[in-house]
């Protein structure tokens, strides 16, 4: 181990014509964290996974990982390196089975089909879709999408896993199941970023959580104390957080 | 070359591209904004300019006083055309762009071989019509009244088409092509929406088949000639964009003159394909694009 | 009755842009078939007899089939005539590259191809056994129009430059070049070489450069639809030839003269054929007559070559007395028909080494808005040329 | 991982490699039927409806490799045929170079111009992308048609000369091209099959269902397209070149107008697109259909035959949109 | 009784998804339907929509039966339906969604008065007028697609889950402004799974299981029940 810091942003900015939706954002991910990135509708948290994951390239700032500059690497390449994400708006492989789809994260790892499809499998099973492992991906309903995003994603054997919004829309006593398997992923050794809305999901789950506002860091510390952060009540959390 | 005859070839070129512009502004419609494949549009071109032809013999009026009524019908036959065939190519879910493609390049041909069938295969043309053969002689520089008379009628269509765009019917349009199923969360009843557009759609192009009619011969293939340069016009005016077609149908006129001068003629079409490369090349979405 | 029955194959492209020149050639071969399957009392050969009288009387039956001026087409089907439908000879292709490719199996099966209406002198240049065209091609249309100009010259008319105009087809290059060679070999400058695209959108461009090169002679080969749109574009540019003289094709077809009113007035085309004839044959009226019932125009250029090729092949047959295709290529080897027993105004009917008749003399026809009136050569000529074309 | 987990996995893996398996069987199965049909079928015209559709086949199927697998719709795969056609056309007539030669160098040339291609065509998205390979034909066939090396308009004749397997020419004799259409059908299915269930195969997949996810899990789209058109490209010009050297005669219009691009799309379309058996299926029952409409129906001149091509065309693709293979395949989640 | 569901039974190729379902909802209530995953409530809701055909079973609205009847006709008789993907026109912008809301309406009033209603919900929208839908952050696209559905001035409005990807701040904002719809006259069939917060504001409640009804009552009743609560409360 290097260091304990995976990946760090330096002064991230992204621009759409006149709007910022990120502003000089530095940011680091310490090692074997869970990270909660958490911060108003339109804050700018799914444009900085685009950035980290490569979608975008960012208009002006850097990104390093494991002290390497990637902010030009191209998406692919990086999640070799061991950058996974996964989409805020699931965006499965339709005509594909669900097994396949997760096959497709697995053959980063695996030149093989036998072994590729063994290795998906298995991580089906490891998140609870292996039920649905032949059905076509497209039959979906929304949660299982983002299931299968997140298997698809686990597939890649990352070091870094950006999880946007995978928790939402379950009963609370299925998203208790799903922070048990967040807990499993980083009990492997995959440091996990999770954006998330569900305060009750982020108190419990993350162990350090950063606040975006309007595309600025806005806060960073531990859940308790974000909570507590008056600036992240009047920008994100509501009055009902403060009465609790 | 002389400079009155390089601009003979400029001011030729130049009303040859707003015919193109015409003949593409229903492909526009269709294919730039419902984002649906037609590869019967030469073919609609085609009925229309038969029509034309067909309803001068019989009522021996001008070809521009049975336009209206060619539009009329034309509008019938792409409404027909998207409820009796592309209705159901837009249903599937795996690969509609191929099977609209197929669907309506099984229905081309059906029209061309129903032409020879009703027609037969020889080339007809309107003999004597108002504009027909007449040219206004600008010093020297001629330009056709037929000619004339398609750009000011592809002008307008255009107007036309942008206006219609901007309505709600337009954007019904364009959000039945974004998503079929979800247009009846608003009460848009996507079937209805899309048969006006073919209907429109047919219609605009039977303007041009109208005007076509007075200066070109008519025969089965003759969509042919002029169905993957309105493609290519729409494509490189940039899909979803009126405006766009426009104004690609007069570069594409343009072009083509002036390729023809400098390579040989046969080679003009050149001009206008290596233009599109190349303007996709820089711009992915042509000119005007918004898709 | 019990006569036996001599099945022709019959290769046009019935459907796409040339699909009225195969329905033309139908009617053709049909009024052929009529002469030789009845008692016709005209001079030509097959005519008198009912049927072929070498084979018993035996009645031609004609099968047809569609190529859609694709070679790979031609040549399926020319197999599947051959196979299927065992015909003892098959006629056709007018597109040259079909012809090409089913004169080829022709060669291989042993069944003489009478290759009507195609004009690509590369045909004759394989040196195929059974390969036969009765009529002539490009390098003798060509020559005749040369000769033509010579001849106009030496009348004190001035001819100096020639502009040639043709498509991007086998038809129009093999022409260009032959007019090109013409040209250079008898001292004419080539004013316009333009090469362009067939069934174009458009065509202000190319007669742009032809109004600016304004030759004494403008020189087109170009199918139908380009001589339609030609005539109107080269009128709405304010451009009028000084002459025309075209390589035949869409400008020995009635519809472009049609289509194009009194622009022609005066247009020169090469022929292989003159309704004036008529004058001096009688009988070639009536066949005329005969086509006409069927398809409701007059033989032209194309469905004249058409007709007399059928009665050829059909006489070659008669005289071989069998269906054996050798002895029909022997026969045909043999031909030897006077001029005056065809429609045609050739000189005589017999075939080189090459399959080719060296004497089917074309003609020059000049359009005086109302018929076409032969102007050369002189010894069939009733009428002088109108030089320049507009007066 | 518990025990009976690892066992299930391990049967599922069975299964699965059964399926392959069983894949391979009927396809031994159905090319050795056919293989046998010359034994049948008699009739030369017949054996050329047979030899086309084979052809047919195989094109279709090498255009399915990028159109269906890797969802890249090209309508200007002629521009690939024709550069087979005229590779072993100008090497066997004007230099003497067996057409077996030059079908390969002809599909080493259409592969190296579809990648190179590739660089400029490959960032443009659905229509934008067909017209652009539509255009591209159209200028090959344009600048053959003007290119007086190769015949231009003239088109190239190959000579006659006598029966040889080497020359791949046969007067009358249409057994052997059959057999080599044959043999080509089965080399471009055996190299589908084999990508099927290769990274790349999966690979295109991805790119064809969703670009930027796949490009989120490692997938290297551009050159999974770029690979995809090699192939798709090398195999269609291969096809390019027997086709010349079975018809002996080819010109631009013939090999290389826009019509072929429509109809090597055609039978992958009709029979199921992105599927093993889609492209021979659509071209067995598509190319016969053709033949015999025209070959019956065309001569009358009437435009009947194609009345009725274009309204069968038609009520394929809608009655069965997603292939007609689809009657064959069980309905369950998985493909065919 | 507006709407009323009587042994509704619909099924995705063959497999049921629900069945044998029956839900009445009032005039002026706010109807919660809870359940798992997978246990129905979407469907429900796009078998009423029209989205789906139902195999079997009724649905009256209005005393109409609606049932069988196209999506958009559904939506002329004054239902509106937010799915759960939202089902946004992605390409077209958020102005023209909205503006598309009101197709129905001709009349300039109708279109105006829901418009304003929307900004005052989120003003975010208007902010980002220009903006095309598929580029709006996840939450924004939840924004639109509510505020799409009250361009169309339903009489009865459904929602699928509208709490979903919404920051905490505005999601009991949302929750107020579904109880302000229904003081604005409009009935409201919620799915939610935020099941304390909902129940807050709702009349009545539904729970369903592996697509069958296993409790009805009141929103209270519903709240006290220990198996919901097992399941709901607290994490
Ligand atoms: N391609 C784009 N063009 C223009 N604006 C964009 C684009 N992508 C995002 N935006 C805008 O940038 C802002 C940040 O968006 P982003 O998706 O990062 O928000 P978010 O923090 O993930 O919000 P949410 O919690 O709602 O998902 C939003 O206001 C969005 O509308
Ligand atoms: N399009 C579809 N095709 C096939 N099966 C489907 C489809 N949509 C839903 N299903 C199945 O129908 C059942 C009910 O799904 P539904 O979406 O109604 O559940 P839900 O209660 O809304 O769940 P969630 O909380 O996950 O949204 C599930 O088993 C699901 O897998
Ligand atoms: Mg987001
Ligand atoms: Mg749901």
Redesign the interface.
């Known amino acids: 181990m290097t260091s304990d810091i995976l990946l760090e942003t330096r002064g991230v900015t992204q621009r759409f014509g006149g709007l910022v939706a990120n502003s000089d954002v530095s940011i680091s991910i310490k090692r074997g964290e869970i990270l909660g990135l958490i911060g108003p509708n339109g804050a700018g948290k799914s444009t900085l996974f685009a950035a980290i ?3 975008r390239v960012p208009t002006s700032g850097s990104i390093l990982f494991e002290g390497v500059d990637i902010t030009q690497m ?3 390449e990086r ?2 390196l061991g950058i ?2 996964t ?1 805020q708006v699931p ?7 669900v097994a ?1 789809n997760v ?3 697995a ?2 790892r695996n ?4 072994r ?3 290795a998906a ?2 991580v089906l ?1 490891y998140v609870g879709l292996d039920g649905r ?4 991906a497209g ?1 979906l309903t929304p949660p299982e999408k983002r299931r299968l995003e997140v298997a ?2 686990i597939a ?1 054997e990352p070091k870094l896993l950006l999880l946007d919004e995978v928790l939402t829309g379950l009963t609370p006593s299925e998203a208790r199941l799903g922070m048990d398997l967040v807990r499993k992923v980083r009990a492997r050794g995959i440091t996990v970023v999770m954006v998330e809305h569900v305060m009750e999901i982020v108190m419990q789950l993350v162990d350090r959580a950063i606040v975006l506002n309007l595309g600025k860091l806005l806060a960073e510390g531990s859940p308790a104390d974000i909570v507590r952060n008056e600036d992240v009540i009047t920008a994100y959390l509501g009055d009902r957080h403060r009465a609790a | 070359m002389t400079a009155q005859a390089l601009i003979q070839v400029l001011a030729s070129g130049l009303l040859m591209g707003l015919i193109y512009a015409l003949i593409a502004v229903g492909l526009s419609l269709i ?1 730039g904004l419902m ?1 649906v ?1 037609n590869f019967a549009h030469g073919e609609f071109l085609m009925i229309a300019m038969y029509a034309t032809f067909g309803l001068v013999l019989w009522t021996t009026l001008d070809p521009i006083v049975v336009a209206p009524l060619v539009v009329g019908l034309m509008f019938c036959v792409g409404a027909f055309v998207y409820v009796a ?1 592309v209705r ?2 837009m ?2 879910k ?6 609209q ?3 309506t ?13 009703f027609f037969t ?1 020889d080339y007809r043309s309107i003999k004597t019509s108002w504009l027909g053969g007449h040219t206004l002689d600008l010093a020297g520089i001629f330009l056709p009244w037929p000619q004339i008379y398609g750009g000011l009628i592809s002008i307008a269509a255009f107007a036309a088409l942008s206006l219609i765009s901007r309505t709600d019917f337009g954007k019904a349009l364009e959000a039945t092509r974004e998503d079929q199923g979800a247009v009846a969360l608003v009460g848009i009843n996507r079937n209805k929406v899309f048969a006006v557009g073919w209907g429109l759609g047919a219609a605009l192009v039977g303007l041009a088949g109208t005007v076509l009619a007075i200066f070109y011969y008519i025969h ?1 293939q003759v969509g042919a000639t002029f169905g ?1 340069i309105a ?2 016009t729409v ?1 490189l005016g940039g ?1 979803g964009s009126v405006f766009g077609a426009l104004v690609a149908g007069v570069i594409v006129g343009l072009v083509e003159a002036i390729t023809a001068l400098i390579l ?1 003629p ?2 003009k ?2 001009g206008i ?2 233009l ?2 190349a303007v ?2 820089f711009r ?3 000119l005007f ?1 918004k ?1 | 009755q019990g006569a036996p029955e001599v099945v022709i194959g019959v290769l ?1 492209a ?2 796409g842009p040339s ?1 009225q020149v ?2 033309d050639a ?1 009617h053709a071969f049909e009024t052929a078939a009529e002469i030789i399957n009845g008692s016709f009392d005209f001079d030509m050969p097959t005519a008198k007899a009912a049927g072929l009288a070498g084979l018993g009387g035996a009645k031609v039956r004609l ?4 190529h ?6 031609g ?3 020319a ?2 005539l051959i ?2 439908d065992k015909v003892t000879a098959l006629i056709g292709c007018y597109q040259s ?1 079909v012809s ?2 089913v004169s ?1 199996v022709a ?3 042993g069944v003489p191809f009478l290759c009507a209406d195609s004009s690509s002198p ?1 045909l004759q240049r ?1 040196k195929l056994k059974f390969f036969f065209r009765p009529a002539a091609q490009d390098e003798m249309f060509s020559a005749a129009m040369f000769d033509f100009f010579d001849a106009q010259k030496k009348k004190g008319k001035k001819i100096d430059s020639v502009g040639l105009f043709y498509e ?3 038809f ?3 022409s260009s070049n032959v007019q090109r060679k013409l040209a250079t070999e008898r001292g004419y400058k080539i004013a316009a070489d333009i ?1 362009y ?1 067939s069934n174009s959108p458009s065509l202000s461009a190319e007669v742009q450069q032809l109004k600016s090169a304004d030759p004494d002679v403008l020189m087109p080969s170009t199918y139908t639809t380009d001589a339609i749109l030609l005539v109107k574009t080269m009128a709405e540019l304010g451009y009028k030839p000084k002459n025309l003289v075209a390589q035949a094709s869409g400008f020995s077809e009635q519809v472009t003269f049609d289509a194009v009113g009194d622009k022609l007035i005066g247009a020169i085309s090469r022929a292989s054929f003159s309704l004036d004839l008529a004058a001096k044959r009688p009988f070639i009226g009536k066949v005329n007559e005969m086509y006409k019932a069927r398809s409701s125009r007059d033989l032209n250029d194309n469905s004249s070559r058409e007709l007399m090729g059928l009665v050829i092949l059909a006489d070659a047959i008669d005289r071989a007395k069998s269906t054996d295709g050798t002895k029909i290529r022997d026969a045909l080897v043999a031909t030897d028909i006077p001029g005056t027993r065809t429609i045609m105004p050739w000189a005589r009917v017999h075939f080189n080494d090459e399959g080719q008749n060296p004497d089917a003399s074309p003609v020059l026809l000049q359009y005086t808005g109302s018929k076409f009136v032969t102007i050369f050569p002189d010894d069939v000529a009733i009428a002088a040329p109108i030089w320049p074309m507009n007066g | ?1 518990t025990d009976s ?1 690892l066992t299930s ?1 391990k049967l ?2 069975d299964a ?2 059964a399926k392959r398996r069983r894949q391979l069987v009927v396809a031994a199965a159905v090319f050795a039927a056919v293989a046998c049909l010359p034994l049948g079928i008699r ?3 017949l054996q ?2 047979l030899i ?1 559709t084979l052809l047919y086949a195989a094109v279709s199927q090498s255009w399915n490799i990028l ?1 269906g697998y890797c969802g890249q ?1 090209s309508l200007g795969h002629a521009l690939y045929f024709g550069i087979g056609a005229y590779a072993a056309s100008v090497l066997y007539v004007n230099y003497d170079i067996v057409p077996w030669f030059g079908m390969v160098v002809g599909g080493l040339l259409s592969a190296a111009l579809a990648v190179a291609l590739g660089f ?1 065509t490959f ?6 992308f067909a ?2 390979t ?3 034909a ?2 090959g066939l ?2 053959v ?2 290119w007086d090396f190769v015949g ?4 190239i ?1 190959w000579p ?1 000369g006598t029966d040889s397997f080497w020359t791949l020419q046969f ?2 004799d249409k057994v052997p091209y059959f057999y080599i259409a044959l043999g080509l059908l089965v080399v471009v299915w055996l190299v589908t099959y084999l990508i099927e ?3 790349w ?3 295109w ?2 790119v ?3 670009p ?10 551009f050159r999974s397209k770029l690979a995809a058109a090699a192939v798709s490209a090398f195999f269609t010009a291969v096809g390019g070149g027997f ?1 010349a050297a079975f ?5 631009p ?2 090999v290389m107008s ?1 019509r072929f691009s ?1 109809l090597f ?2 039978p992958a ?2 029979g199921g ?2 599927t093993l058996w889609g492209a021979p299926l659509g071209a067995a029952i598509l190319i016969p259909l053709t ?1 015999i409409t ?2 019956y129906l ?18 394929v ?2 009655a069965k ?2 292939g007609l293979l689809s009657l064959f395949t069980r ?5 065919a | 009784m507006l709407l009323e569901v009587k042994s509704l039974t619909t099924a995705y ?1 063959g497999l049921i998804a629900i069945s044998d379902i029956s839900v009445d909802v009032k005039a002026g209530e706010i109807v919660v339907v809870a359940g798992a995953n997978g246990a129905g409530k979407s469907t429900l809701l796009k078998s009423i929509a029209g989205m789906e055909r139902p195999k079997s079973g009724t649905v009256t609205f209005a005393g109409d039966r609606i049932d069988g009847l196209a999506g958009h006709l559904i939506t002329a008789r004054g239902i509106a339906y937010v799915p759960e993907a939202k089902r946004l026109f992605p390409r077209l912008t958020v102005a023209d969604n909205l503006r598309l809301g009101s197709y129905l309406h001709a009349d300039k009033a109708d279109r105006e008065a829901p418009l304003e209603q929307v900004f005052t919900l989120f003003p975010r929208l208007k902010e980002r007028l220009p903006q095309k839908a598929a580029t709006l952050s996840g939450g924004e696209q939840q924004m639109l697609a509510i505020g799409r559905a009250l361009m169309t001035r339903p009489r009865l409005l459904m929602l699928d889950e509208p709490s979903q990807g919404i920051m905490p701040k505005l999601v009991d904002e949302i929750f107020d402004a579904v109880k302000t719809i229904r003081d604005t006259g409009v009935t409201i069939l919620l799915v939610e799974q935020r099941l304390v917060e909902s129940l807050e504001i709702a009349d009545r409640a539904y729970v369903l299981q592996t697509g069958r009804v296993i409790l009805e009552g009141s929103a209270a009743e519903v709240r006290e029940n220990p198996d919901v609560r097992k399941a709901y409360l607290g994490i």
């Open positions: 994951s490569g979608a191209p998406a692919a999640c070799r996974a994400r989409f965006r499965s492989f339709d005509s594909m089975s396949e096959m497709i994260g053959f980063v030149s093989n089909a036998t590729a499809r063994a499998l298995e099973d492992a032949d059905a076509t039959q698809r994603a890649t | 294919f984002d494949v065939v159901y190519a249903r599937t795996a690969n509609a762009g191929m099977v493609i197929f669907s390049f099984g229905l081309a041909i059906l029209i061309q071989g129903g032409a020879q069938y295969p089965p993957t493609y290519v494509a899909f040989p046969t080679m079409a050149v394909y290596a599109y490369l996709v090349f992915p979405s042509g694009g898709l | 046009y019935m459907s699909a195969g329905i139908r099968v047809y089939a569609d859609q001026a694709d070679p790979q087409k040549r399926a089907e197999e599947r196979t299927q590259a090409s490719t080829a060669e291989r099966y590369s394989k991007d087809t086998i129009g290059v093999d090469k695209k | 991982m987990t996995l599922r893996g699965f490699i009739d030369v015209y050329n409806v086309l159109g719709i400029m960032r443009l998205k659905g229509h934008y017209i652009a539509l255009v591209i159209e200028i344009v600048l048609h003007n231009g308009a003239l088109g004749q006659f007067a009358r269930n290769s990274r195969g999966f690979w997949r991805a064809k269902d969703d930027e996810a796949a490009e989120s899990l490692g997938v290297e789209v086709y018809v002996s005669y080819i010109d219009e013939s826009f429509l799309a055609l379309v009709l697109i992105g033949e025209r070959s065309g001569g009358s001149g009437s435009g009947l035959d194609l009345i009725i091509y274009g309204a069968l065309i038609m009520v693709a809608l949109p997603e309905k369950s989640g998985g493909k | 190729d």
